[in-house]
């Protein structure tokens, strides 16, 4: 019988999210610990499972990131990722030992390609390295979870060997990875059930997948194994990871959801926070979510067609295969107005998913919704949204905008930046020319606060349709190996531009005092 902290019924799939692991070794998409707090705060709000934390050894950033987050958890189960060496192992385990739920996640490579190239092991040191690491693991905590890194292009008999291994030394859960997103949903269902027919121990483990997004088949090879007998699918909100990414968590679920005819599967997921989570992983890392993303995309529940229209007149059932309601989207188009109160306020912001915010926070928001309220005309759910996030991102910032005006056009040249910034709580200020107004901008920051870095993303979408829609800015700046995105928000373009450079700022401003290394990947 597995002593996992998580026995599923037959019908029940886990949900493993590894936004905070996985999702973060996207070049580019690092979080700070405020940042990893608020993601975790929010998977476990929405009833994720298995929340993984962190590669603790990977640098003292991560440990610390792990264990904040181990101590801020109850319901979800904390885990963290180690390679299969003790020093590994007893570095995460003393990072989630707060949590009330705790696992070890321990891998190893087990493919031919891996273990030759990779590790320069040979197969029977890689099995004997299998049943030390979990022995050792499972000796610290008792829910303990083994990965055969590659196992999709590991030759079955020996994938069996070390999976029989893994269980006789105590591992609670066995995950079988698409490492390379190279397996197709056939053969990978039936690598899952080969293993689990073959090994004659695999009664006292869960069995689970981790599939890489490379051929763009994530989550159908982790459907798919579901189907073959899997009971907990490690994903990524949005679809976040390495290369091309991992399996969505969001498509996972509803997927699960809507097809219940032919998956008669079910999750804890609670799926109206998706696109509130969804929002709050693309804000944070300023990675913008493709319109014709499924599920959570802007135009996911768009019918511009005029034959779909009709049929959606007619009944939504014709070209929608789930509500809006459902992911938790608000029906409405039209929020609030100028003439809206702080109750009708608050109350908007209990519909989106936000009632758990401070009162400083709602009336720093509702300041600047009445702002954004008297410059547009309609004021939209992405809006308020777009408001919520900036406004949580700038709470602990020590370089503040106070005032820019900027002069550019045919007629100003070159383009000149006038620039007040709120430093450590005094005040300073310059005009800087530029080859354009951003570049004014930017140099403007620069001449303010010295530094140098390289700036890696200079991004400016839309929040709503529309010419007085705000525009979301993200920055991406890199200084000695070490990179940060900064998000700003604004009806006007260049004043967001200004605050994502400078919240991309202050970040580094963190990383350097902390001295926090990158952390490494697997």
């Not at 859960?173 to 121990?201: C, F, H, Q, S, W």
């Not at 929002?279 to 529940?301: C, D, E, H, M, Y």
């Not at 300041?367 to 949204?385: G, H, M, N, P």
């Amino acid at each position: 019988m597995t002593v996992s902290s998580i026995a599923p019924g037959a019908d029940r799939v886990v949900i493993f999210d590894t936004t905070l692991r996985d999702g973060e070794q996207s070049p580019g998409a690092s979080m700070n610990l405020e940042e990893k707090l608020r993601v975790a705060e929010a998977l476990e709000a929405m009833g994720v499972d298995v929340i993984e934390a962190g590669f603790p050894v990977a640098s003292p950033g991560d440990f610390e990131a792990v264990k904040a987050i181990a101590e801020r958890s109850s319901n979800s189960v904390i885990c963290g990722l180690s390679r299969a060496k003790q020093a590994d192992i007893a570095r995460c385990a003393e990072a989630i030992r707060p949590a009330p739920r705790q696992r070890i996640h321990t891998f190893i490579s087990t493919s031919p390609l891996h273990m030759k190239y990779k590790l320069q092991m040979e197969p029977e040191a890689v099995l004997q390295a299998v049943t030390d690491s979990v022995s050792f693991a499972r000796s610290l905590v008792e829910d303990v979870e083994w990965s055969a890194e590659d196992g999709s292009r590991t030759e079955p008999d020996f994938l069996c060997r070390c999976v029989e291994a893994a269980i006789a030394a105590g591992a609670t859960t066995i995950n079988i990875p698409d490492t390379v997103g190279y397996a197709i949903p056939e053969e990978y269902a039936a690598l899952i059930k080969g293993v689990m027919d073959r090994v004659p121990n695999t009664d006292k483990a869960i069995f689970s997948v981790h599939c890489h997004n490379d051929l763009g088949l994530a989550v159908a090879n982790s459907l798919a194994a579901v189907r073959a007998g899997a009971r907990q699918v490690e994903c990524t909100v949005n679809g976040l990871g390495e290369r091309a990414g991992n399996a969505a968590m969001e498509e996972v679920v509803m997927a699960i959801r809507t097809r219940h005819d032919t998956m008669p599967f079910v999750t804890g997921i609670k799926t109206e926070h998706i696109t509130k989570i969804s929002r709050l992983v693309s804000a944070i890392t300023g990675f913008p979510i493709q319109p014709n993303k499924a599920v959570v995309g802007a135009n996911a529940f768009a019918h511009e067609s005029g034959i779909h229209q009709d049929g959606m007149l007619k009944h939504a059932g014709t070209y929608e295969i789930m509500t809006p309601e459902s992911v938790g989207l608000s029906r409405s188009t039209l929020v609030l107005g100028k003439h809206s109160g702080r109750a009708a306020f608050r109350q908007k912001l209990a519909e989106m998913g936000y009632g758990d915010l401070g009162d400083n926070a709602v009336n720093d928001a509702f300041a600047r919704f009445k702002e954004l309220a008297d410059i547009k005309k309609e004021v939209f759910d992405e809006d308020i949204a777009a408001i919520i996030d900036d406004t949580a991102m700038r709470a602990h910032d020590r370089i503040k905008l106070t005032s820019l005006e900027v002069r550019c056009g045919t007629v100003y040249r070159p383009p000149h930046a006038k620039m007040q910034l709120e430093i450590d709580g005094q005040t300073a200020e310059t005009d800087a020319a530029g080859d354009g107004p951003v570049d004014a901008i930017f140099k403007a920051i620069r001449s303010l606060v010295p530094h140098d870095v390289v700036l890696e993303l200079y991004q400016v979408q839309a929040v709503t349709k529309g010419t007085d829609a705000q525009a979301e800015v993200t920055v991406r700046l890199r200084e000695d190996g070490k990179s940060v995105n900064g998000q700003g928000s604004d009806t006007d373009t260049m004043v967001a531009s200004a605050k994502a450079y400078l919240h991309a700022l202050n970040k580094l401003l963190v990383k350097r005092e902390r001295q926090i290394p990158e952390g490494g990947t697997i």
